[in-house]
T-cell receptor, first 113, second 111 residues
Framework: NAGVTQTPKFQVLKTGQSMTLQCAQDMNHNSMYWYRQDPGMGLRLIYYSASEGTTDKGEVPNGYNVSRLNKREFSLRLESAAPSQTSVYFC????????????FGEGSRLTVL | RKEVEQDPGPFNVPEGATVAFNCTYSNSASQSFFWYRQDCRKEPKLLMS???SGNEDGRFTAQLNRASQYISLLIRDSKLSDSATYLCVVNHPGGYNKLIFGAGTRLAVHP
């Protein structure tokens, strides 16, 4: 059981380049999330999808777009990367019930030069 | 002001010590609360939920004070394996399991 799988695990971009972070879960969860984690800031919610077909903004959505491709997959796209987007990105999934339990992927370390 | 605030630490304690972490949250409408654990360069994992009456899981005790908007985590008889960052987490009101994370408190347990 793979749980939540994110790709790529590491990426270096130049300012202005675009890229997509992929996330897939095999737990049949309804809700999926993208967070970024920066030193001293903790995890901040970028976008979430409460269920297939819906997406909503989190705390820091600017500069990002998301697609809930199907129940399993939730991708995060950076259209024009900026150095401020250098961070560790975590995808997570949950049942959607108010249990507080999210299952996270291993993270994707992105550096924008 | 951050929605969830924690003392960043680090807390450096010897094995066997008791250590307590505190957390405050700003939104009085928040309904549910949790502690997550994050090992160095790993993903966060749920440690325990925090109930109004307080709850215990082995060496870990979580308390909630709604009036003061304050959450605590107590670890007794610390082990080397407890070394990690502990994240205070609040479920955003009206959010569907939309969790807001504190920046975390780092714990280092030494022999």
């Amino acid at each position: 059981n793979a749980g939540v799988t994110q790709t790529p695990k590491f990426q270096v971009l130049k300012t202005g380049q675009s890229m997509t972070l992929q996330c897939a879960q095999d737990m049949n969860h309804n809700s999926m999330y993208w967070y970024r984690q920066d030193p001293g800031m903790g995890l901040r919610l970028i976008y979430y999808s409460a269920s297939e077909g819906t997406t909503d903004k989190g705390e820091v959505p600017n500069g990002y777009n998301v697609s809930r491709l199907n129940k399993r997959e939730f991708s995060l796209r950076l259209e024009s990367a900026a150095p401020s987007q250098t961070s560790v990105y975590f995808c997570a999934s949950g049942t959607g019930a108010n249990t507080g339990e999210l299952f996270f992927g291993e993270g994707s370390r992105l550096t924008v030069l | 002001r951050k929605e969830v605030e924690q003392d960043p630490g680090p807390f450096n304690v010897p094995e066997g010590a008791t250590v307590a972490f505190n957390c405050t949250y700003s939104n009085s409408a928040s309904q549910s609360f949790f502690w997550y654990r994050q090992d160095c360069r790993k993903e966060p994992k749920l440690l325990m939920s925090v109930y109004s009456s307080g709850n215990e899981d082995g060496r870990f005790t979580a308390q909630l004070n709604r009036a003061s908007q304050y959450i605590s985590l107590l670890i007794r008889d610390s082990k080397l394996s407890d070394s990690a960052t502990y994240l205070c987490v609040v479920n955003h009101p009206g959010g569907y399991n939309k969790l807001i994370f504190g920046a975390g408190t780092r714990l280092a347990v030494h022999p």
